[in-house]
């Protein structure tokens, strides 16, 4: 509400105590300046009213029915929660057991592929061993050098341990 239209009607004579100047009539403007246009108007307000705020007094059996109510509520939110967890504990070791054996078979895949390398190295060193026991070592000089070379190098078995982790 605008200042200039609202004059308080207990002190019209007073405009200095609402920040007014001169004449109240003055800051209304070209309104005319009868009492009711220097009223506020009133808001249309809906009132709620408190419907019986006196009641009778409740008994024994229903003060027991409400907690009973109560209780079995929060009975069945406790339950329900303990269904949704276990669901949720059971979907999460499924995937659990999806992932060991992703885990296991990729292992065994590296394993086995290991065992063949190392069965060739066997072979080469025992090549090795057989080129150095002969004669003269310099006739067969590039195969004991190749030998040499690729039957000591070792290859480490890393495991898949992604769901440990």
Known sequence: MDEKNYIDKSSPKSPKKHGMK???T????SETTSPETLQAPTPNIEVHHHHHTHHKR??????FFEFLMVFLAVTAGFIAENIRE???ENQREKEYIHSVSEDL?????????????????DIMLD???YLLNTGDPNQHGNDIYYYA???PRTYRF????????
């Open 22 to 24: 001169g004449n109240p």
């Open 26 to 29: 003055e800051n209304i403007g």
């Open 58 to 63: 409740k008994s024994f059996v229903e003060y």
């Open 86 to 88: 276990h669901y949720v």
């Open 105 to 121: 078979t990729q292992d065994i895949f590296t394993l086995d592929s290991i065992i063949k390398v190392r069965k060739n190295k």
């Open 127 to 129: 090549s090795l061993l």
């Open 149 to 151: 070379r690729w039957a």
């Open 158 to 165: 890393y495991s898949h341990d992604r769901t440990i982790l």
